[in-house]
């Protein structure tokens, strides 16, 4: 394969075609002219370079565009059909897919049961779901690019091992990453689904203008995304973020915490947690976001036991978020998760408050404004970026 050397004719022919495909994936539709105009092209060197495009199997025609008396131009777009990846999400009772083509337009869902299982069976039910995904599209494996699977935990980049896990049976095999790429036979990511949560924030929600934060996730388990400079902090075995694991005062300190598979903030602030807290000042219900829900009611209807109840669970989450922000000192925090959402706009104040009472910086928080699946939102997120990546520099060689 050839290498292009900086300033020669072939380097600005790439640069030039990742700029117009940038461009149609931004704009949608455009004629030649508005091509050449949005990104500085002369008339020869855009038609030129759709073209170029057209033969590579990139871009194609969508219609006429009419102009005055006589005036016509041709449009066009992205082929969506160049490319297509699947998005997995890994829980223990099902795996959630969902297709994508080169333009991020979803064209097909599956989801599959995942009974308790041993052995091998990842790559097996990695497989039957990335096919019923691209069955569902109506597209054959052969039309597949690329998979990136959300899990709740990590794998160690040094053994290809998933930890933090050990609630999904099958996936623990050895090689786990060159298992799922030789069953699957395309590249394969497997990445921690809160990671994935903050690269979905980072391409469509609160954080697509900051660099340094974090995004904590708070529901029937709790982890961090860190992302500092723009790029996602993992640790030298994955496991950066996994703060449910973490010690807090309110906690009682559980040894070997990963044999217990609790302990620490998880403890005190998962939803189980929760729900027991709201037990306790009177509230009813058997779901995290329920309960949760009726007592944002109460503290919005003034309420002492509402007040009580909320105030309560915001300082245990500030507690928590206290020692992260004291070692990271993000620019903002994301709060995710059926427990914040659900505690919506009031419990988002609150643990603010309790926050900035407890430390030096006082970053802001939000709430995550991601809709749908934010994992599944987030892998796709990944797998078209490298995707494009891909296929927009294969165009000149």
């Known amino acids: 394969m050839s290498t292009s050397t900086p300033g020669t004719p072939s380097l600005l022919r790439a640069i030039n075609d990742r700029a117009a495909l940038e461009v149609l994936l931004q704009r949608g539709p455009l004629t030649r002219p508005e091509i050449g105009a949005l990104t500085g092209l002369s008339k020869p060197t855009a038609s030129q370079l759709l073209t170029r495009l057209r ?68 790559v097996a039910r990695a497989r039957q779901t990335v096919q019923g995904a691209m069955d569902a599209a109506g597209l054959g494996m052969d039309r597949l690019n690329r998979v990136v699977i959300g899990v709740p935990g990590a794998v160690d980049p040094r053994t290809e091992r998933l930890g933090y896990a050990s609630h999904l049976p099958g996936w623990h095999i050895p090689d786990l ?78 040894r070997e915490p990963g044999r217990a598979n609790t302990g620490g903030l998880q403890a005190v602030a998962g939803a189980p947690a929760v729900i027991r ?21 109460s503290y919005e209807n003034g309420e ?68 749908g699946n934010p994992v599944l939102a987030g892998a796709l997120h990944l797998a078209l970026g490298e995707t494009r990546e891909e296929l927009f520099s294969s165009t000149v060689r």
């Open 55 to 122: 033969d590579a199997g990139l871009v194609v025609l969508d219609g006429i565009r009419e102009g005055g008396p006589g005036r016509t131009a041709e449009l066009y777009r992205i082929n969506p059909e160049a490319g297509h990846v699947v998005a997995l999400e890994v829980r223990r009772a099902r795996i959630r897919a969902c297709a994508a083509d080169l333009t991020g337009t979803v064209v097909g869902r599956f989801e599959l049961p995942t009974p308790g299982t041993s052995g091998g069976d990842a």
């Open 177 to 254: 990453l060159s298992s799922l790429r030789n069953g699957l036979g395309v590249p394969v990511a497997v990445e921690n689904d809160v990671n994935l949560v903050a690269m979905a924030e980072l391409a469509h929600g609160q954080v697509t203008e900051s660099r340094d934060f974090v995004l904590l996730w708070v529901s029937a388990g709790i982890g961090l995304a860190i992302v500092l400079g723009g790029t996602l902090v993992r640790g030298a075995t994955g496991g950066a973020g996994e703060v449910g694991y973490m010690p807090v005062a309110s906690a009682p300190i559980i």
């Open 277 to 297: 807290l709201l037990r306790e000042h009177g509230f009813r219900g058997s779901q995290a976001d329920q309960i949760i829900r009726r007592a944002r009611e």
């Open 304 to 371: 002492e036991r509402g007040v009580a109840a909320l105030g309560e669970l915001a300082t245990r989450l500030a507690t928590g978020l206290a020692a992260i922000v004291s070692v990271l000192d993000p620019e903002l925090i994301v709060l995710a998760g059926e427990v914040p959402l659900s505690g919506g706009e009031p419990f988002r104040a609150l643990v603010e408050r309790e926050l900035h009472t407890m430390t030096i910086p006082h970053p802001p928080l939000r709430l995550s404004s991601v809709d």
